[in-house]
């Protein structure tokens, strides 16, 4: 792959990631938009790495702090207990429909028409979502909510859909603030990539991940892990003073765009 497309692509990947309008939709339709050969999902599982990378720098007071919180006896304990707890079972739907459709969303839902449909609803649920009233805070979040999360981050599995962007509408459609969904939402995303990229090493030579080129996809990572995490400081930033319209806005405007050039 050539560098500068493989940075291209980081970057993409580094502001969509995070930001509710699709990672996995942008780094399909770059390629088809500027006629670059399909990179192939194992090189996006790769920058999906490099996003990890960022989530980990970006929260780890947070995740030192829960992991000293489990060794006292204390009720920020049992809160990182509870989080633990609802964080593995909010993955567990993508990990069940994933290890299933895998491999049919690669075949059937990779293009254009799919990501402009999912891009206009979704974007339209998003809107509809952070305009319901926001009460409660993730910390009492249930077992049933947090699978009810898990469910619509199962969904993202469908390109355009944007796994962050569903997730934060999981959240706020469940009353929650959108710092405190956003939060959820990122830190949920640990074990989502992690399992998805290891997954991907694990299929080894039933992919491309084999064949990809070692030194392009090294760059593209650290690219990857930079923008991401300016992406995150960015968004937390912004939902303090501002609603996800502007994310909603553009959404719609790319899905109709898509359907124009593409339908």
Not at 225 to 252: C, G, N
């Amino acid at each position: 792959m050539d560098l500068m497309h493989a940075c291209v692509l980081a970057i993409i990947q580094g502001i969509t990631e995070f930001l509710p309008i699709s990672s996995s939709g942008h780094l399909i339709l770059i390629p088809e938009l500027f006629a670059w050969p399909d990179q192939g999902v194992s090189f996006d599982i790769a920058l999906h790495f490099g996003s990890l990378i960022a989530i980990l720098c970006f929260f780890r007071p947070m995740l030192i702090a829960h992991w000293h919180a489990l060794k006292a006896s204390s009720p920020a304990r049992a809160e990182t207990i509870a989080l633990i707890r609802n964080i593995i079972v909010a993955t567990l739907p993508a990990c069940f429909v994933g290890f299933f459709l895998h491999d049919k969303v690669d075949l059937y839902l990779r293009n254009p028409q799919v990501i402009a449909v999912t891009s206009i609803f979704f974007g339209l649920l998003l809107w509809w979502a952070d305009s319901q009233k926001k009460v409660g805070h993730t910390q009492h979040l249930t077992v049933a909510q947090a699978l009810l999360i898990g469910c619509f981050q199962a969904v993202a599995l469908i390109p355009g859909t944007s796994r962050s962007g569903i997730t934060i509408t999981a959240g706020l459609l469940l009353g929650f603030s959108r710092q405190h969904a956003t939060e959820f939402s990122f830190l949920l995303a640990i074990p989502t990539i992690a399992l998805a990229f290891f997954y991907e090493i694990f299929r080894g030579l039933k992919t491309d991940f084999g064949h990809i080129d070692l030194l392009p996809t090294i760059i593209a990572v650290i690219v990857t892990a930079i923008t991401s995490y300016m992406t995150m400081s960015l968004l937390f930033h912004w939902i303090r003073k501002w609603r996800f319209t502007a994310f909603v806005i553009y959404r719609v405007l790319l899905g109709l765009g898509l359907m124009i050039f593409f339908w």
